[in-house]
């Protein structure tokens, strides 16, 4: 079974830059899909970007589009989402996830999730 670890989040004012990191356990990391989503005080979870396997296709909320990088380290099994420009509006929980497609994981398909970490941007 894979176990999913976050970790990068914290408090930071609007305007800043953080990077989240998601580092997967398991043999198996370089063959599925990754996600980042969100779940901001009072509202449901929300898709924020996904990755291919080998990290050569991605896509992204239109809320955090040029803003906001997702990338992967294969050999490192870690996922990442580097976030630029923030604003009070990207505070929430955010979780890494697992899955067979970009699509399916932009959709709410999920195999496995990660415990979140928080993110709170200041304003």
């Known amino acids: 079974q894979e176990q999913l670890m976050e970790s990068g989040g914290g408090l930071v004012q609007a305007g800043d830059s953080l990077r989240l990191s998601c580092v997967v356990s398991?043999?198996?990391?370089?063959?599925?899909?990754m996600a980042w989503f969100r779940r901001a005080p009072g509202k449901e979870r929300e898709f924020v970007a996904a990755?291919?396997?080998?990290?050569?296709?991605?896509s992204y909320a239109d809320s955090v589009k040029g803003r906001f990088t997702i990338s992967r380290d294969n050999a490192k099994k870690t996922l990442y989402l580097q976030m630029n420009s923030l604003n009070a509006a990207d505070t929430a929980v955010y979780y890494c996830?697992?899955?067979?497609?970009?699509?399916?994981?932009?959709?709410?398909?999920?195999?496995?999730w990660g415990q979140g970490t928080q993110v709170t941007v200041s304003s």
């Open positions: 398991g043999r198996t990391f370089s063959l599925y899909a």
């Open positions: 996830a697992e899955g067979y497609s970009t699509t399916a994981l932009s959709q709410g398909t999920v195999n496995y």
């Open positions: 990755i291919s396997p080998p990290g050569f296709q991605s």
